[in-house]
């Protein structure tokens, strides 16, 4: 399963080789391959490679999000051509209540080019996953560039309108089953039970 990034945030096509992202059926969870141009802008943060690096969306930087339209909780994933990532649990638009989990993630790079693979256990998964987008950023200041796979139609954008990768509106369809066959179904997740009861209690 391959996806290319090939416009901006608001629809406009890129001016360089598109990002690429494919999904593939992993160990006991999905492996994320990206390929992408190096911008080498900004320079790398100051964490270590290998380790989560809260922050990194400021930073040279491929996101995948995956979604449950019906529950809105999400999975970002945030892979750095240094070497840093982030990973977030989000239940509801931009509602944070998991973050810097562990990753297995590796990365080669030359000048012009960087290939990375991270393994996405399925406990950090929310159930249900069945919508997907992802985005690509690098560059400084008025640089700033801000890449969607799936981007805000034209005739949506507002004056003014900024970059919003939680516009989770925009997202598109994912079918799994696709890649992991017909009759695989996710597995649960101890981590998304915990949240997920513990709104129960508050309710």
């Not at 995948?64 to 982030?86: D, I, M, N, R, W």
Request: glycine share 6%.
């Amino acid at each position: 399963m391959e996806f290319k990034i090939e416009h901006t945030w608001d629809s406009l096509p890129v001016s360089h080789e598109p990002v690429a992202i494919r999904l593939k059926s992993g160990d006991a969870g999905l492996l994320m391959e990206v390929s992408a141009p190096f911008f080498n802008d900004p320079p790398a943060p100051l964490g270590e490679p290998g380790e989560p690096f809260n922050g990194l969306w400021d930073y040279e930087v491929v996101e995948a999000f995956f979604l449950s339209e019906t529950t809105k909780q999400y999975l970002e994933v945030e892979l750095c051509p240094h070497g840093q990532h982030l990973l977030l649990l989000l239940s509801g638009r931009r509602k944070v209540w998991k973050q810097e989990l562990a990753l297995k993630f590796e990365v080669s790079r030359t000048e012009v080019k960087w290939e990375g693979r991270a393994h996405l256990p399925w406990s950090y998964f929310p159930p249900y996953i069945d919508k997907f987008n992802a985005f690509a950023i690098h560059g400084s200041e008025a640089k700033r560039t801000y890449e969607a796979l799936y981007p805000v139609p034209q005739h949506e954008i507002q004056k003014g309108q900024k970059p919003d990768f939680h516009r989770l509106e925009f997202f598109r369809q994912l079918n799994l089953k696709v890649l992991m066959g017909e009759d695989w179904k996710q597995p649960e997740s101890d981590l998304w039970m915990s949240v997920n009861e513990r709104n129960r209690t508050i309710k």
